[in-house]
């Protein structure tokens, strides 16, 4: 059952159409990750919930309590600012005790509250230092510690790993995600790094230019995207224009000579137009006589760690051979008619040929990997 609900928030600010009837459902102790480009709107809809702003038009629930008209101090949801905004003149205790100042509490409970908050985010005996004397990933933990201390019933992030260097955002990203478990809260955070996302977000939302694109697990919206900018903005991906050209969803590709198979393409018409979205570690190199061997030329070469990226440009095939009936349109052999990625693990088999031997400027041959995620078929220029 939802514990916060979102229903049809719209947000104008003059002529500027910033959110468009945004609904969204979230259980109690759930986290929700909320994703997208810059001006996407979702910063906006998280100072929506944080009662900063005022809705257009909709209604935001809490436990079925609509909190859409009370003031921010009233609703109790705790806020973690992009920068902290921790206060460098106070202690670590006495930033976390501020948002229980006007409380009128006993000196006592005060004190044991900022203790039980420390101790949530495992920073106990922090409580006589300085801001500037702790290191940037403990000045978040403060930061979230002083919106714990007030018991609020949603927890809301604001990009809270944004500031730190790559490094220290990843300990850091493991140690909130620990913090919020064990505090077992109600969380909505805004960020643009998708493996920020997946990795604090039991699900994630996926905004774009003020809509709501997709909703689900991670591996949901990387597996089976809903719509093409899902498909193009979580993970790596190109896009090739193609053509359905069976019922069990063979795509021909445009001017490869090749056809490669989309279960999404299943439920489009046989002639459609389509965009097929292929990621890397969707594709293999392959032998040249392989089932959906694409002719390709490696462009680039980058090592990537764990794997290394290829980039190639896709050509026709050569006219030396039969052009039979039904089959994919030529275009010219020396031609460049796509560019894809190709993903090839450094350990392990990864591939059906050598890859070793696809140096910058070799001819090579790609196709679906039998055992990646398939190819996406998305309505041509619908972004569907």
Known sequence: MAFLTLESLDKSFGDLRVLDAISLAVAEGEVLALLGPSGSGKTTLLRLLAGFEVPDGGRILLDGDDVAPLPSARRRFGMVFQHYALFPHLTVGQNVAFGLAGRKLPKVEVGRMVADALRQVDLQ???????????????QRVALARALAISPRVLLLDEPLSNLDPALRERTRRELRT???????????????????????????????????????????????????????????????????????????????????????????????????VRPEGLAFVDAGAEGAARGRVAARRYAGSVTLYRVELLAPRRGRDHGAGEPALGDAGQAVGTVEVAVAERGVATAADASAAAVGTEVHVAPHPEGPAPHAFPAGSGR
């Open 125 to 139: 005996g922090f409580e006589e230092r300085r801001p500037g004397e702790i290191s940037g990933g403990q000045q």
């Open 179 to 277: 913090a919020i478990e064990r505090v077992g809260i109600t969380t909505v955070l805004v960020t643009h790094e998708q493996e920020e996302a997946f990795d604090l977000g039991d699900r994630v939302a996926v905004l774009h230019r003020g809509r709501l694109e997709q909703v689900g697990r991670p591996e949901e919206l990387y597996e089976r995207p809903a719509t093409r900018f899902v498909a193009t903005f979580v993970g790596r991906a190109a896009v090739l224009p193609g053509q359905v050209a069976t019922a069990e969803g063979d795509v021909a590709l445009d001017g490869a000579g090749v056809t490669w198979r989309s279960p999404a393409a299943r439920v489009l018409d046989t002639g459609a137009l389509v965009d097929l979205v």
